[in-house]
């Protein structure tokens, strides 16, 4: 089922900066736990979202037949995700790796979305989309500190990815003619096999981590799903790389949110980030 795709109008301009406020806030949540397993906290979260999806599943319709393919697909995509964001953070820090990896993905998906999409974004979208990664990027690279080279390279791997999982979610919730039931059966099936792997890895342990962190992990996980399930509709009503571009200013929010919440500071580097992150959005909108 085709559905019209136009240009990126206000209304879905705020629902993707509040998916990715949305993203942000789950984020914090987790960082802010006195757990310290970056592996297991993600699986909590994991777990929470495919438990939410699934008391979701009965209040949507099945997605289109033609969607299917597209669910197989990323969650293989996403089990490569999740494998690869582990090793960029066993070799680097979060502070560096996760806005290198977000930051970088959205212009991937621009490049990548005239092949595959034959979505051409104009003059002022790709300015927008630029200006909207540079100041993403800016976030990762504080003053005084040092990063290995395995670090950065693990990072730009998982930005592939991530472009990746995101041109065949947006594929797949066109297909779908329901972007919401799409969301909800991919973000179920694709956490499967990853808890399975978590579980056949790290044992016991880990199934005991989940345990003592499942309030946590519910919570984080439904933000997870909504901010997810926010950012695929707006991809059926509009181009997906704007709207890539715009879901990761999490990162940014992310950047507030330990600024004023957790005392992590924020510094000349990431105002200068924000302001072309703020630029960036503007030029989306020219």
Known sequence: MSVPIGELSPGIT???????????????????????????????????????ALLLLPLVPLPAAAAWKFVAASSLIHFAYYATL??????????FA??????????LVAFMGVVLLHELPGAHAMAGIALICAGIVSIAFLPGRRHRPAAAGWAFANAAIIAGYT???????????????????????????????????????ALAYLRRGWGRGLVAGAG???????????????????????????????????????????????????ASVVIGIAALKL
């Not at 996760?98 to 212009?107: C, W």
């Not at 707006?234 to 200013?249: C, N, S």
């Open 14 to 52: 705020i629902a993707v900066l509040g998916a990715g406020l949305l993203h942000a806030a789950w984020n914090a949540l987790l960082k802010s736990a006195r757990g310290g397993d970056p592996m297991l906290d993600m699986a909590s979260v994991v777990a929470g979202s495919s438990v939410c």
């Open 167 to 205: 041109l065949v979610d947006a594929s797949g919730a066109r297909a779908s003619g329901n972007a919401i039931a799409y969301a909800a059966w991919l973000i179920f099936v694709e956490g499967l096999p990853f808890l399975a792997w978590i579980a056949w890895r790290r044992g016991a342990p």
């Open 224 to 274: 997870s799903l909504a901010a997810y399930g926010i950012a695929l509709y707006a991809m059926t009503r509009a181009p997906v790389a704007a709207v890539a571009a715009l879901r990761e200013t999490s990162v940014l929010f992310a950047a507030l949110i330990g600024a004023f919440w957790l005392r992590e500071g924020f510094g000349a580097m990431r105002i200068a980030g924000a």
């Open 98 to 107: 996760y806005p290198l990896m977000r930051g970088s993905a959205p212009l």
């Open 86 to 95: 582990a090793q960029a953070y066993r070799t680097g820090e979060l502070s």
